[in-house]
C-alpha cells in the first residue's frame, strides 16, 4: 500500500506543477484509471486481430509467437512481427503479453530460453507460462521479465496463489472452475499480492485447463502443447455397464441423454456479471478467442469495454443509470459467436446447463419457426417470436431435426407484425427452427471499429512545439501515454528560405504540423515560435512531422525495453545455463553460446536450481520400488500382497458429510494394521481439490499421522503449499497432474513434493534425457513412471450426470462414455459431483521396463483405481516380479486374496510372457501410450 500512496502522490505533483488535472487525458486520470479498473484483456492470434483488439479499446492483448503457445493453429506472430506488435501497442497505451504456456521437453530448454530473451529484450510486458520448470527457469536467468501464470497451471485455490506468489508469479489467470465468491476472497486478501486475472467471454474448455489428455491420448495431439484437436466438441453417448455381473463390463445398455455433445460445454458470456466482477477486486478480464477473426474480436472487445467503463462509472458517481444499450449488446455478443452462452462456474450454477448438447458449432440466434412454403412465390412464411428482427443481407438457417440449410436474407421480403416471408433456395420443412448465424449490420459495425483512424478508440492528445534555429525548423512533440509523459524532438536536416513570394503563417505551420491522420495522436496544443518570412515545400514539412511521430513512437518503444547491459547479462546467464546442461539436444542462443562438460566457474548460477529442494524418503533412493494406486481397503490389501513397496488409497470422500472422517482414520487405520512393515501407505488426494476439499483434509492430516501412515500423494503444488504450511516435514509424493515434462520442473516442484511422477506424454528417450540431467544435481526429487493403468485423461467440475434425461432409471454398475469409434471410456463421479473420465485401453509398458529402469527412474507406479482387487494384486505382482530380477533378489509367491486362488509368477518368467497375462487381463486392450513415440 505504501508504494502505490507514493505512485499516486507523484501523479498528483507532477499533474499539479504540469497543469495536466483536467481531461481524460491527464497523468492522474490514468493512474486512476490503471488502479481502479480492471484491465480489459483481448485475444490476437494475427496481426488483423490484433488491430481489431487496440482499435475496440482493449488495455492488453494476449498473443503468441510460432511454437510455444497454446494455440499454435492461430496465425501466430514471427519475430519480426512480434516487434511490430510490441511498437503498435505500446505506443498506443495497451500491453502485450506473450503465451509461453505449453509444456516444454528437456530438448526444448534452450530453444525456449531464447525465444524468452528475445521476448525480454523487446519489452514484452509479460510472459504466460504453464511449465513450472520454465518458470524456475525465468526467474534465475531473466529475472527482469514479468510471469503471469497461464490457466493451464491449474490454480484455483487461494493456496495456488501463494505458491504461484512464492515462486515469482504476478499475476495469477484462475482456473474457470472458480467462482466470483472464491475469486473475489482471494482478492481481497491481505497476503495475497499477485493480481487475479479471469475469464469473462468465450470457448470453454470441458476438463480443468492443463489436466486434459483426450485429444493426446486418443489422437496423438496434445493440448498441453497447443494443439488440441478438441474432440469434446464431439458426439458420445453414455453408457451404464455391469449391472447384472459387475465383473463384466462388455454387457452395457446406452442411457438416454439430453443430447449427442456431452462433452461440449456452451460458451462462457459474463456480460452480465460486469458489475459484480468490477467490485470483485480482479485485476483483468480475459476474453478468449485466438483462433476467432478479427470481426469478432471487435465486436467483443468493444461491447465489454463499454460495458466495464459504464460499470466503473456508476460505482465511481454513485448513479445506477447506464449510458448503453445493455440488452442490444448481449444480442450483439450473441451474434458474434455463440454455442449458447452460460455464466459456467463463475456464479455457481448447475453445471448441467453449461453443456450445449445439440450442437457443438456456433449456435445463432433462434427468431421463428417455419409455418409454410408458397412454391409459387418460393417463399417461406416464418412466425417470428420477438423483437430480434432479420434484416437485409443477414445469414440464416432453417433447421429440422439434424438437418440445417442456409440462406441470405435477399429482397425482395415483406415484414408483417411478426410474420415474415422470405425466397428460399431450398424447401424448408414446416416447424423448421429460423436462426440468424451473421448479423450484416454487426460485421459492418466491426469494420467500423477496425478502421479507426489511429488503430484507437480515443485519440491520445499531445501538444506540438514548432520553434526555428535559425532558418533550421526544431520540433517536438509530448504525450501521456500508460500514465507517463514522453517527450520526442527533432531537427530538421534542411533550411527553410526566406520566400520569394508569399511566406508561410503561423496558421499554416500550425496546420501543417498538427495533422494526425493515420496516428493515435490528436494536436491538443500548439506552440510555435516563428520569425517569419520563411517558406519550405509543404512535402518536406510533413515529411517532418512524420520522422517526428515516428521517433516519438521509437522512445515509447525503448521506454519498456531492457537495457543493453541488462539483456546481455541475460544472455550470459543462458549461456552458462547452456554450459551445463550440456548439448544434449537443446537448441544454444545465436549470438555467441557454446556447449561442453559442467565446470567450476558454472556452480555459482547451478546451485541456485536445486536450492530447497526436498530429500526424499531414505528408502526411495536405495532401491527401485514399486507405487501402486487404489480405491478402497481390498484394493490395498490386494496391492500389498502383490508386492507393492507403497500404495496410495484414493477413497471416496464427501467433505462434510457427516461421519466422513470417522470414515477415512478406520480406512487407513485398518489398512495400517495388516500391512507389511517396510511398506508404506499414502493417503492420495483427488487431482482437483479446492477450499472445502482442504478445509476439511489438511487438519484430518494430524490424526492420520500415526504409525505405518506415510504421507500424502497430491497432483496440485497450490494442495502442497496448504499441507506445508501446518506440516513441513511430511513426505508429500507429486501425482501426474503435476506435468513435470523436464527436469527443471521436477527441481522446481521438488520445494514442496518429496517425489514427482514424469509425464505420461513423454517418449522414453524425452525421460531419459530429462533424468540424466536430474541425476546431475546434488539434491533432487525421487522420481517415477506410471507403467500401468488406465490414464485419468479428464478432471470436470461438470457432472456427466447432469445429461441423464429425468425418465431414465438409475444405474446399478459402471458409467463410460462411448465415441463414434466405438471406444468406451471408463467414468467416475467423485464426492464433490466431478466427472473423471480415463482412457479406454490400459497403458501397459512391461516390455519397455528394462529401459526405464536404466534411465534413472527411481520408482514404477501401476494405476488401478476403481479395478477389482484381484486385478490389482495380480498386476502388482507381475510388475514386481520384474522389478526383483532386475535386483537380482526374489521374493515369496503371494496368493491373490481376494479370489482365493493362487497366481504365482515365475522369477525367470519373460517379458513377452509377462505381457501376454496382462493382455489377458485387460479386455479393452493395451497400450505404450506415448512412450515410444510421444506428442508433438
Not at 503498435?88 to 503479453?97: L, N, Q
Not at 532386475?886 to 518368467?909: A, F, K, N, Y
Amino acid at each position: 500500500m505504501p508504494g502505490r500512496v507514493a505512485d499516486f502522490l507523484n501523479c498528483l505533483i507532477y499533474a499539479v506543477t504540469n497543469n495536466r488535472i483536467y481531461g481524460q487525458s491527464n497523468i492522474l486520470y490514468h493512474y486512476m484509471k490503471q488502479s481502479s479498473i480492471p484491465e480489459l484483456l483481448s485475444p490476437a492470434g494475427s496481426a488483423e486481430c490484433l488491430t481489431a483488439a487496440v482499435s475496440a479499446g482493449a488495455d492488453a492483448v494476449y498473443l503468441g509467437g510460432v511454437k510455444f503457445g497454446a494455440r499454435r493453429y492461430a496465425s501466430n506472430f514471427t519475430e519480426d512481427e512480434l516487434v511490430s506488435a510490441v511498437r503498435f501497442c505500446h505506443a498506443r497505451g495497451v500491453k502485450v503479453y506473450v503465451t509461453h504456456n505449453i509444456l516444454v521437453k528437456e530438448s526444448e530448454l534452450g530453444e525456449s530460453l531464447s525465444e524468452l530473451l528475445f521476448l525480454s529484450s523487446i519489452g514484452v510486458d509479460a510472459v504466460l507460462i504453464q511449465d513450472v520448470g520454465i518458470l524456475k527457469l525465468v526467474k534465475a536467468l531473466i529475472p527482469g521479465l514479468t510471469v503471469h501464470a497461464s490457466t493451464q497451471m491449474s490454480v484455483h485455490t487461494k493456496e495456488g496463489v501463494k505458491w504461484a506468489e512464492e515462486n515469482g508469479v504476478e499475476r495469477v489467470v484462475m482456473a474457470r472452475e472458480t467462482s466470483i465468491d472464491e475469486v473475489s476472497a482471494i482478492s481481497a486478501s491481505g497476503d495475497i499480492h499477485p493480481g487475479i486475472e479471469i475469464f469473462v467471454h468465450g470457448a470453454l474448455c470441458y476438463c480443468y485447463s492443463g489436466q486434459c489428455l483426450i485429444s493426446s491420448l486418443t489422437g496423438g495431439r496434445s493440448g498441453n502443447r497447443g494443439i488440441c484437436s478438441q474432440p469434446c466438441r464431439r458426439q458420445f453417448s453414455l453408457l451404464c455397464c455391469g449391472e447384472d455381473d459387475n465383473s463384466d463390463m462388455q454387457k452395457c445398455r446406452p442411457l438416454m441423454t439430453r443430447g449427442d455433445y456431452l462433452l461440449s460445454p456452451k460458451d462462457l458470456c459474463l456480460y452480465e456479471n460486469i458489475p459484480d466482477i468490477v467490485r470483485s477486486g480482479v485485476k483483468s478480464l480475459k476474453i478468449e478467442g485466438r483462433m476467432k477473426d478479427p470481426s469478432y474480436v471487435a465486436i467483443v472487445t468493444d461491447r465489454y469495454r463499454k460495458a466495464i467503463d459504464d460499470s466503473s462509472r456508476k460505482n465511481t458517481k454513485g448513479s445506477s443509470a447506464s449510458v448503453i444499450d445493455h440488452k442490444s449488446a448481449a444480442e450483439d455478443l450473441m451474434f458474434a459467436f455463440n454455442r449458447g452462452f452460460t455464466p459456467g462456474f463463475l456464479s455457481g450454477g448447475n453445471s448441467g446447463d453449461m453443456i450445449s448438447y445439440k450442437k457443438s458449432g456456433n449456435a445463432g440466434v433462434e427468431v421463428g419457426t417455419v409455418q409454410g412454403y408458397s412454391r409459387k412465390n418460393k417463399t417461406a412464411d416464418i412466425k417470428l417470436y420477438g423483437t430480434l428482427i432479420p434484416q437485409a443481407n443477414d445469414g440464416m438457417m432453417a433447421k429440422s431435426g439434424t438437418e440445417e440449410e442456409g440462406f441470405l436474407m435477399r429482397a425482395p421480403f415483406t415484414l408483417t407484425g411478426n410474420s415474415l416471408k422470405v425466397r428460399t433456395p431450398f424447401v424448408p420443412e414446416t416447424g423448421s427452427r429460423v436462426f440468424i448465424t451473421r448479423r450484416d449490420a454487426l460485421e459492418k459495425d466491426a469494420e467500423g471499429i477496425i478502421a479507426r483512424d489511429g488503430s484507437i478508440p480515443e485519440k491520445i492528445p499531445c501538444t506540438i512545439t514548432l520553434r526555428f534555429k535559425g532558418k533550421i525548423p526544431v520540433c517536438s512533440v509530448s504525450a501521456i501515454i500508460s500514465g507517463r509523459e514522453f517527450f520526442s524532438e527533432i531537427e530538421g536536416w534542411f533550411e527553410m528560405e526566406m520566400a520569394r513570394g508569399r511566406p508561410l503563417t503561423s496558421k499554416e505551420l500550425k496546420k501543417i504540423f498538427s495533422k494526425t491522420g493515420g496516428t493515435q495522436f490528436i494536436a491538443d496544443e500548439f506552440i510555435i515560435d516563428y520569425p517569419g518570412r520563411l517558406f519550405a515545400p509543404a512535402g518536406l514539412l510533413n515529411e517532418l512531422r512524420r520522422k517526428l511521430f515516428s521517433s516519438l513512437d521509437d522512445k515509447i518503444y525503448n521506454y519498456f525495453r531492457p537495457s543493453e547491459d541488462e539483456i546481455n547479462s541475460v544472455r550470459k546467464n543462458i549461456e552458462e545455463f547452456l554450459r551445463f546442461t550440456g548439448s544434449d539436444g537443446l537448441t544454444a542462443l545465436p549470438a555467441g553460446s557454446s556447449s561442453g562438460g559442467l565446470k567450476p566457474d558454472n556452480l555459482s548460477l547451478m546451485n541456485t536450481f536445486d536450492g530447497g529442494v526436498l530429500s526424499p524418503a531414505d528408502d526411495f533412493m536405495d532401491k527401485r520400488s514399486l507405487f501402486c494406486i487404489v480405491s478402497d481397503y481390498w484394493g490395498a490389501m490386494a496391492a500389498f500382497s502383490g508386492g507393492a513397496d507403497t500404495v496410495c488409497i484414493e477413497p471416496f470422500i464427501v467433505p462434510g458429510k457427516k461421519n466422513t472422517v470417522q470414515e477415512i482414520l478406520g480406512l487407513f487405520n485398518s489398512v495400517a494394521g495388516k500391512k507389511p512393515e517396510e511398506c508404506r501407505l499414502i493417503w492420495k488426494w483427488p487431482k482437483i481439490t479446492g477450499k472445502k476439499f482442504l478445509d476439511f483434509a489438511v487438519p484430518l492430516i494430524k490424526e492420520l499421522s500415526v504409525e505405518g501412515f506415510s504421507g500424502i500423494m497430491a497432483e496440485n503444488a497450490g494442495d502442497a503449499f496448504a499441507i506445508r504450511e501446518v506440516y513441513p516435514d511430511i513426505q508429500i509424493c507429486g501425482g501426474p497432474g503435476l506435468n513435470v515434462f523436464n527436469s527443471f520442473s521436477a527441481l522446481s516442484l521438488g520445494r514442496y513434493f518429496n517425489s514427482v511422477i514424469v509425464s505420461s506424454e513423454l517418449a522414453g528417450d524425452e525421460i531419459a534425457l530429462m533424468e540424466k540431467n536430474l541425476h546431475r544435481m546434488d539434491k533432487r526429487p525421487a522420481s517415477g513412471i506410471i507403467v500401468h493403468g488406465a490414464a485419468e485423461i479428464s478432471v470436470s467440475g461438470i457432472n456427466i450426470l447432469s445429461s441423464v434425461q429425468e425418465e431414465e432409471s438409475v444405474c446399478g454398475g459402471r458409467y463410460f462414455l462411448k465415441d463414434m469409434k466405438g471406444h468406451k471410456f471408463p467414468v467416475s463421479i467423485d464426492g464433490e459431483k466431478k466427472t473423471h473420465i480415463y482412457n479406454s485401453f490400459d497403458t501397459c509398458l512391461i516390455d519397455y521396463l528394462p529401459e526405464i529402469l536404466g534411465s534413472g527412474i527411481d520408482f514404477i507406479v501401476v494405476d488401478s483405481r476403481y479395478r477389482p482387487a484381484d486385478y490389482c494384486g495380480k498386476i502388482c505382482e507381475i510388475y514386481k516380479a520384474y522389478l526383483n530380477r532386475s535386483r537380482g533378489t526374489s521374493q515369496s509367491e503371494p496368493d491373490d486374496i481376494s479370489s482365493g486362488e493362487t497366481h504365482r509368477v515365475r522369477h525367470s518368467e519373460s517379458l513377452p510372457s509377462l505381457k501376454s497375462r496382462i493382455k489377458k487381463m485387460s479386455p479393452a486392450g493395451i497400450t505404450s501410450g506415448h512412450y515410444t513415440k510421444g506428442c508433438e
